[in-house]
């Protein structure tokens, strides 16, 4: 588990650090320690950081992994809002490392899932990390490269990895603004080397020259927030898992997938084994009442305005009316998905399942009502929005994707940052 860093209160007022002291002889804290923000009365130089990365899901940490393992002089940090690492999309999956087979030939989706794959197994077994490479029936093709694994285990590992090159992962801290410094005399030598600033909902502040985001189901409210472009808008959509009852598992040995409808970016209800050996069947795809929401009760006013509001998404459900109605029947009636599933394995029953978790997909969707389907990075303009790079969508599959999309976002920082 990585050592989470926690605020508590030290000599000069709420500092970052669960681990006082632990410094190493070149300044920094040792590795898996923490980096108090006061010092002796004063703030601490050491609360800036040449680039700071927001989000601590799969796509977050394995970018701050990739860019200090390649500028390990730099000064980097990861702020997450929970208290702990990867529980939201990376920690609310169906654990499977695609193949690729599915995707579009020479999109980007495509091949990034490809390269992502064998980078996921090469750093399994590097790590020690289980997986299964138990491979996927699709009606007649057979696809033995699928695999399966815990992303949240693979996302955790690549925090440790990031913090043992001398990175902090600051917890808790969930970002609410992010300006310019003002030029206040007494921190106007960090406030000129260290141009933004990012302020969390407790008031608390670091420094820093860069910021790349990775904020998932917030992307697109972090992108506000720094003054740069809202659209595309966020649109949750939950999908519930069912769990077939124990004494059913022998009927399922790999992945088995439907044909995807080339029309939406989600696979529609699979069969998936999973890692403790218990089988997962869906997700389907619905339109969640709350961003996180993980119960179809959960509701937020404010995510639902902005959903009809801000997004097409009352063009996306006119355009696919009868879609949407057959996924929230589903949803609702067991039976209905259970009949789904019997084209794949007829002898399942509505008694052979439960009703499992649920995760939330973050979708990127534009104003015309089109789900945005690859990879979007995102600048903006002025003297933020130059310093910034937003990962706008990173849909499934990236987590399968996670250490080449990490690659790219490393490139597109080292040229847009001139690093
Ligand atoms: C149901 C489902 C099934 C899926 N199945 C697969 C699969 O089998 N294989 C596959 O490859 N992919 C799959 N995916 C996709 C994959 O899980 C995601 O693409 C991937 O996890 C995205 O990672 P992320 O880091 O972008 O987002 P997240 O894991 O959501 O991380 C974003 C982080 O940003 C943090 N954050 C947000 N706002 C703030 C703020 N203001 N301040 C600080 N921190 C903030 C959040 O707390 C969160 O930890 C699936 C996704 C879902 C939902």
């Known amino acids: 588990m990585v050592p989470a860093l926690r605020y508590i209160r030290g000599a000069c007022g709420p500092?970052?650090?669960?681990?006082?002291?632990?410094?190493?002889?070149?300044?920094?804290?040792?590795?898996?320690r923490s980096w108090p923000l006061c010092q002796g009365g004063r703030?601490?130089?050491?609360?800036?950081?040449?680039?700071?990365?927001?989000?601590?899901?799969?796509?977050?940490l394995a970018s701050a992994r990739a860019l200090i393992l390649r500028h390990p002089a730099l000064s980097i940090g990861v702020l997450e809002k929970e208290k702990d690492l990867a529980i939201h999309q990376t920690g609310h999956n169906s654990?499977?490392?695609?193949?690729?087979?599915?995707?579009?030939?020479?999109?980007?989706?495509?091949?990034?899932?490809?390269?992502g794959a064998a980078l996921i197994y090469e750093y399994c077994k590097q790590k020690g990390i289980s997986y299964k490479q138990c491979g996927k029936g699709l009606m007649a093709i057979d696809c033995p490269y699928t695999g399966i694994v815990d992303y949240r285990q693979v996302a955790l590992s690549f925090a440790k990895d990031f913090q043992e090159a001398g990175g902090f992962v600051l917890t808790n801290f969930e970002v609410k603004d992010i300006e310019l410094a003002k030029e206040n005399p007494s921190r106007s030598k960090d406030g000129m080397k260290y141009p933004i600033v990012i302020r969390n909902t407790k008031g608390e502040e670091v420094q820093c020259q860069y910021v790349v985001t990775c904020a998932g189901l917030y992307s697109d409210r972090i992108s506000e927030l720094s003054g740069c472009n809202p659209d595309p808008r966020i649109v949750p959509f939950?999908?519930?898992?069912?769990?077939?009852?124990?004494?059913?598992?022998?009927?399922?040995?790999?992945?088995?997938y439907p044909v995807p409808d080339s029309r939406f970016p989600f696979l529609g209800?699979?069969?998936?084994?999973?890692?403790?050996?218990?089988?997962?069947?869906?997700?389907?795809?619905?339109?969640?009442?709350?961003?996180?929401?993980?119960?179809?009760?959960?509701?937020?006013?404010?995510?639902?305005?902005?959903?009809?509001?801000?997004?097409?998404?009352?063009?996306?459900?006119?355009?696919?009316?009868?879609?949407?109605?057959?996924?929230?029947?589903?949803?609702?009636?067991?039976?209905?998905?259970?009949?789904?599933?019997?084209k794949f394995i007829p002898e399942i029953t509505v008694s052979d399942i439960l009703r499992g978790p649920a995760g939330v997909r973050a979708q990127a969707l534009d104003r015309d009502g089109n789900l945005v389907e690859d990879f979007v990075f995102d600048g903006g303009v002025g003297d933020i929005g130059n310093r910034i790079l937003h990962v706008r969508n990173a849909p499934s599959p990236a987590a399968t994707s996670s250490l080449a999309i990490s690659g790219m976002i490393a490139d597109e920082v080292q040229q847009r940052f001139k690093l």
């Not at 939950?238 to 088995?256: A, F, Q, T, W």
């Open 15 to 32: 500092a970052l650090g669960g681990f006082p002291g632990g410094f190493s002889s070149a300044g920094r804290p040792a590795p898996g």
């Open 43 to 60: 703030p601490a130089s050491t609360r800036s950081f040449d680039v700071v990365v927001i989000g601590g899901g799969i796509v977050g």
């Open 95 to 115: 654990g499977v490392i695609h193949s690729g087979i599915y995707y579009k030939p020479e999109s980007l989706k495509a091949k990034l899932c490809v390269q």
């Open 238 to 256: 939950r999908g519930d898992y069912l769990i077939l009852k124990p004494e059913k598992c022998y009927l399922v040995k790999g992945n088995i």
């Open 269 to 342: 209800v699979h069969f998936t084994p999973r890692m403790d050996g218990s089988i997962w069947l869906g997700p389907n795809a619905v339109l969640a009442f709350k961003r996180e929401g993980y119960r179809p009760f959960d509701f937020s006013a404010r995510d639902i305005m902005d959903v009809i509001i801000k997004s097409g998404l009352i063009k996306l459900v006119f355009q696919n009316f009868s879609y949407g109605v057959n996924e929230m029947y589903k949803a609702c009636f067991l039976s209905a998905t259970v009949k789904h599933l019997q």
